[in-house]
């Protein structure tokens, strides 16, 4: 997942040849190809097509309006995840731009992980696959026996 939050527009906050120096922005992201002997035309259809694919899938995200400064050292940054988004550690990297330079960079870890019903449900699966499957499917033959009384024609 890539996720980006910023005070205004990219396009008003620097030049795009530092978003590439830097890899910031989904279209700037480095993806180095498993057969680079594939023709350069080839690989960047993939990419193009892979970051088309992630953005219509909420995996790869911008949300401008999305940092709010509280005082001069201090900010908020609010991003959109996709329901979607893998479980584990992430990293979040904060960058600072003054007058169109970059200034600095600040990174920290992000751990996602489920809670819940869905966590309960998650470990049952993974502890006990085999009853939960057991599970899994005589609930769906009483759904369908149940739906075949309830929507009986006769």
Known sequence: ????????????????????????????????????????ATIQEFTAALRERKAATGLYSENVGGVQFLSQNLFRATVRLAPNVPVGTHKARAFLFKSGMFVKESS???????????????????????LYGVFAISLAMLTGWLGRIIFRKD
Not at 23 to 31: D, I, K, V, W
Not at 108 to 129: C, M, N, P, T
């Open 108 to 130: 920290a870890q992000l751990e996602i992980r489920k809670s819940g019903f869905e966590q309960s449900v998650f470990r049952v699966a993974h502890d006990y696959s085999f």
């Open 1 to 40: 997942s890539y996720s980006v939050a910023t005070t205004r527009p990219l396009q008003d906050i620097a030049e795009p040849a530092k978003y590439k120096q830097l890899s910031l922005g989904a279209q700037n992201l480095y993806m180095k190809p498993a057969d680079e002997t594939d023709s350069p």
